[in-house]
């Protein structure tokens, strides 16, 4: 069975610095990386996926997510942080199977600095 | 296009009580997830619906939740009796049907507290 870990609960920057946040995974087979963030009252919202193709993939809001096959990763990173970014981010795997379902991380709560 | 809706957003009940949650899929998706997040842990899946059927509910905690879809539009998810540990929030997602790579999208959620 997949799953996914998201190794900080929290992770906190300064304005205009990088971030990175991170997520490793453990699947049979070819895995389906997704990448959803959750502002507060607002339900989750995609931001980027790996299906296949060139290991860096860019997504919305200027995040962007490396796949690394050796070291089962698929961390999230921004090379400059806004305030709004601030939220909680959700790393997810799915694999081909019978039933599509989807294995969330815990969760990061990202919170940015001014 | 409007997105997946649920309803209600927020719920409040006492043990013992029943709760039906509603979820609206984006208008054409076959697909219907229910998950749940219980506070400060993962999403965890629930079931998945294939128009009105039951693809897999592999992760409905036990027989006090029931699912519905009939029609293949929207879906219910009922908790009768609530248990203190049913809180959480409960969040639907869709899909259109095609291959595992499709993203799903994501309701609000449902806020559940059960007192």
């Known amino acids: 069975a997949q799953s996914v870990a998201q190794p900080e609960d929290q992770v906190n920057v300064a304005e205009g610095n990088p971030l990175t946040v991170k997520c490793t995974y453990s699947v049979s087979g070819n895995p389906y990386l997704f990448w959803y963030v959750q502002y507060p009252n607002r339900g989750l919202q995609f931001l980027l996926k790996y299906i296949t193709g060139d290991n860096l993939v860019k997504g919305s809001y200027g995040f962007e997510a490396e796949f690394n096959k050796s070291q089962t990763s698929f961390h999230l990173k921004k090379p400059s942080a806004l305030v709004s970014d601030s939220a909680l981010y959700f790393c997810?795997?799915?694999?081909?199977?019978?039933?599509?379902?989807?294995?969330f991380g815990a969760g990061t709560r990202l919170t940015v600095k001014p | 296009e409007a997105g997946v809706t649920q309803f209600p957003s927020h719920s409040v009940i006492e043990k013992g009580q029943t709760v039906t949650l509603r979820c609206d899929p984006i208008?054409?998706?076959?697909?219907l997830y229910w998950y749940r997040r219980v506070m400060g842990k993962e999403i965890k899946f629930l079931l998945h619906f294939v128009k009105e059927s039951k693809q897999d509910e592999s992760g409905m905690p036990n027989n006090r939740f029931l699912a519905e879809r009939t029609g293949g539009t929207y879906s219910t998810l009922k908790v009768q009796p609530a248990e203190l540990e049913d809180s959480g929030v409960y969040f639907c997602a869709s899909s259109p049907l095609g291959g595992t790579t499709d993203t799903q999208y994501f309701g609000p959620g449902t806020r559940l507290t059960v007192l």
């Open positions: 208008s054409g998706h076959d697909n």
């Open positions: 997810a795997v799915r694999a081909l199977g019978n039933n599509n379902d989807m294995r």
